[in-house]
């Protein structure tokens, strides 16, 4: 193994940059990529929601569907102001609204005339379900809160699993994973040294070096969703008080 140290490259921004490219004018196929990313990364929260507020599954995943689907054709993110608020903040209020509109109308179809804007993967590849089941004591905000601050962990996770895969560090990643993951067991450095085929000092390093980059990326992401100037670790602290 040549190295255990991949240089830092900043992470890029997804989340009000992606309602900034969606509010382009005159660039169809920009607003429908930015639209159909901003749709992977945030449906699982907005799920959750509903499936908190007592939809059955497969209404919820209507109107999922038919939320950013509405969003795509009407355009609604042209209201989206990055300085009016947190992104999270915004899309809940969003979908309250789309929510309580389908409520007042049974009659509307829920999935935007039919059409799919994004296939909603509900479960990942070990067949566990990406969406856990809403808790019978919290009430939806919180369990939009929780879905959405897993939805930004996974989000980071596999954006440097991608990092280290493109820089043909995977086996890296994958041998100190557990160290940023909120699914993995530990591992004794002496087995992941023995794994890579270097010093458990160079995997203890590689280990502090990749919680740092996690840390680092975790905080950007989250950054991008909030006011500029606004406190990140603050931000941070309140995703992780809905698993308490």
């Not at 004794?188 to 990326?217: F, M, N, T």
């Amino acid at each position: 193994m040549s190295s255990v140290n991949p240089p830092l490259e900043p992470f890029p921004k997804t989340r009000w940059t992606l309602v900034a490219r969606v509010k382009e004018v005159g660039d169809e196929k920009k607003k429908s990529l930015a639209l159909e990313e901003l749709c992977q990364l945030y449906w699982p929260p907005i799920f959750a929601y509903l499936c908190s507020r007592g939809y059955p599954p497969q209404e919820a995943e209507d109107l999922t569907q038919g939320f950013f689907s509405e969003f795509l054709r009407k355009s609604h993110f042209t209201a989206a102001d990055s300085k009016k608020g947190k992104l999270r903040s915004y899309l809940l209020r969003a979908v309250t609204n789309h929510a309580n509109r389908i409520r007042r109308d049974q009659n509307r179809l829920k999935r935007g005339g039919g059409e799919a804007v994004i296939s909603l993967q509900l479960e990942d590849a070990n067949g566990r379900p990406l969406v856990p089941e809403p808790r019978s004591e919290s009430n939806p905000e919180v369990e939009f809160n929780r879905q959405w601050a897993l939805t930004m962990l996974r989000n980071v996770f596999q954006s440097l699993r991608d990092d280290y895969r493109n820089r043909g560090k995977e086996d890296v990643f994958d041998a100190l994973q557990f160290v940023i993951s909120i699914d993995s067991a530990a591992v004794p450095y002496a087995d992941v040294s023995e794994k890579l085929g270097c010093s458990e000092g160079s995997v203890k390093i590689a280990a502090h070096r990749l919680k740092q980059r996690y840390k680092s990326a975790l905080r950007a992401a989250v950054g991008d969703t909030l006011l500029e100037g606004e406190d990140v670790d603050a931000e941070i602290r309140l995703l992780m008080s809905a698993f308490g």
